[in-house]
């Protein structure tokens, strides 16, 4: 059951132009937001730097005034040692501890070789101390991290050296206790003995980030809304509204009503207005048009009428031609064929009493020679029969071999004793010769006569006295074959006048000779070559020629060698 198709459902350029312009909006809006929250989160992680290095100062300071007063604080007025066990280190962890618990910021200070396990570095501080090693002159190290309890922190360490009044304590002798009981280190000055870490909570900025990143979205997107409504409407009014004109004029066209009317802007013209005049002019040229289609249509159809009309009669016209030309072809075949045959027949009754008077001793010289003329034009006259009887048959589609044992042995004797007397009477030494491994082969013996007749009367014909004509039977195997596949090739060969090479490819063809012209200086109806090549395609084969102007001429016919049955033929010869 076939089914309507629905209708696809028609979204206007406005809805459109909405679409895209939301899409940029929002685009743009994720893109400031990121691009916001990014510069803020530089700017907090700055601020909490700063925050960092300031605090890192302080407890420098500290650090740096008990130092500075260790001799006062834990020596005697003569100079003894007197501890009260307020050095730099205690000093500076008791204020960071002070100031840790009353404040969300963590400072410790850490060693590698710490003293006590709580002033051990953690994975962020072993980092940190790697950093400082690998790169002397780096003053801090610094990250933001999330803490074990998933919070964002801020972590800061700066690097403590070595001072003098640091060797008391953590210098040489390593391994020797100091007056507080621990074992000294072996430190040296300027090395890196610990470091301050600092650690701050992101918390305190992640509000003034999110109200700041508000505001300017907030911005972004009312300066993009309040831009995009004037581009839609500036779009709307002078793109949309003018093409919107333009459709419905088109849709009137459409129906064949001509009566549209277009707001066109003649004040500030631009690309609308021009592209409006065009599809005006196009409109009046069209309304023109199919005014006149009508006339011209019906005019077009009475021409095309009369020329259906005779295109009839020239087609039955034709026809009676055919059927004329088919009848005085058939006429002129059955011509050919009566009057071939009825030559035949006299020919080769003047051929044999020819050949009878030349065997008979008592004749003179000149009655010998003359006996020899009538039997050489009768030979040729009876070949130029055949020829013609061929090429009738091949017209009318009659040519079919009728397939016998053939002795190229017998075959090519039998023609040398034929055109001998042709050979002779033109002084032309015709040679022919069968090689010993050319096999018994099933083909048209009279049709293989026709073919090397014509190849060889072809030859002394175009060859001067004195010339020679060769005829060669050869078996060529067929590679890959065995013994039942190859060809019989017959080549006929002359140093007669040869043909020129742009001849060659024009001497097959019927009623045609090479060097033709009004004044021939060569007897025959250009039927030979066309009946060898007619005869050997009919065997399955090809004939091809190799010339030479003066050079001679060699032509080749290969017939694809066909074995014989001997088990059928000496069944027919016992019966």
């Known amino acids: ?164 009044t640091c060797l008391e304590c953590h210098g040489d002798p390593k391994g020797e206790l ?89 004040r500030h013209p631009d690309e609308i207005t021009e592209f409006a005049h065009d599809f005006d002019k196009m409109a009046r040229r069209l309304e023109r048009l199919c005014t006149d289609l009508e006339s011209e249509v019906q005019s077009q159809t009475d021409k095309l009428s009369a020329l259906n009309d005779l295109l009839l009669r020239q087609k039955a016209e034709l026809k009676n031609a055919l059927d004329r030309l088919s009848e005085e072809t058939e006429y002129k075949n059955d011509f050919f064929a009566i009057m071939s045959h009825e030559l035949r027949t006299p020919l080769t009754s003047i051929l044999a009493f020819a050949r009878i008077l030349r065997a008979t001793d008592t004749l003179d010289v000149k009655t010998q020679g003359a006996v020899e003329e009538i039997e050489a034009n009768a030979t040729l006259l009876l070949n130029m029969v055949n020829n013609i009887l061929t090429i009738s048959k091949a017209e009318a589609h009659r040519n079919k071999l009728v397939r016998e044992p053939v002795d190229f042995v017998d075959l090519i004797g039998f023609i040398k004793n034929s055109l001998e007397p042709v050979a002779r009477n033109k002084d032309v030494a015709l040679r022919a010769k069968t090689d010993p491994d050319v096999p018994l082969s099933m083909a048209d013996w009279e049709k293989l006569r026709r073919i090397v007749e014509n190849l060889v009367d072809n030859a002394i014909k175009y060859t001067h006295a004195g010339g020679t004509v060769d005829v060669r039977v050869a078996f060529e195997q067929a590679p890959g074959e065995g013994e039942a596949g190859g060809f019989v090739v017959i080549t ?65 016919v290969r017939i694809p060698y066909v074995p014989v049955d001997t088990e059928e033929y000496d069944e027919d010869t016992a019966r």
């Open 1 to 164: 059951m076939l089914t309507r198709r629905e209708k696809p459902r028609r979204f206007g350029i406005r809805f459109k132009f909405a679409v895209l312009i939301g899409a940029l909006i929002v685009a743009l809006m994720v893109v400031d937001a990121l691009w916001n929250i990014d510069l803020q989160q530089q700017q907090a992680e700055n601020e909490a730097r700063e925050k960092a290095e300031v605090l890192a100062d302080q407890m420098h300071a500290m650090w740096d005034f008990i130092d500075i007063n260790q001799n006062i604080v834990n020596r005697n007025e003569d100079g003894t040692f007197r501890t009260k066990t307020l050095v730099c280190v205690v000093a500076a962890k008791s204020v960071s501890m002070l100031f840790t618990s009353q404040t969300d910021y963590t400072i410790r200070f850490t060693s590698q070789t710490p003293r006590q396990a709580a002033n051990a570095a953690d994975a962020f501080e072993e980092r940190a101390f790697e950093a400082f090693a690998s790169d002397p002159t780096l003053e801090a190290y610094y990250d933001v991290e999330t803490n074990e309890a998933g919070q964002r922190v801020f972590r800061y360490l700066e690097p403590l050296y070595v001072t003098e």
């Open 178 to 266: 100091d007056q507080y009981g621990y074992e000294k280190e072996g430190m040296r000055v300027g090395e890196i003995g610990g470091a301050m870490s600092i650690i701050e909570p992101m918390d305190i900025y992640a509000q003034g980030m999110q109200t700041s990143v508000f505001q300017q979205v907030f911005m972004v997107l009312l300066v993009l809304a309040m831009a995009s409504i004037g581009i839609y409407a500036a779009v709307s009014r002078l793109v949309l509204r003018p093409i919107d004109g333009l459709g419905r004029a088109a849709k009137q066209i459409g129906e064949g009503d001509f009566a549209y009317h277009l707001a066109i802007e003649e």
């Open 492 to 556: 006929v060969a002359d140093d007669g006048i040869g043909i020129a090479a742009e001849d060659q490819d024009g001497i097959f063809e019927r009623y045609r000779q090479a060097g033709q012209s009004p004044n021939r200086r060569y007897r025959g109806t250009g039927l030979g070559l066309a009946v060898v090549k007619e005869l050997t395609e009919l065997h399955g084969g090809a004939v091809s020629v190799t010339s030479e102007r003066k050079q001679g001429s060699t032509f080749a």
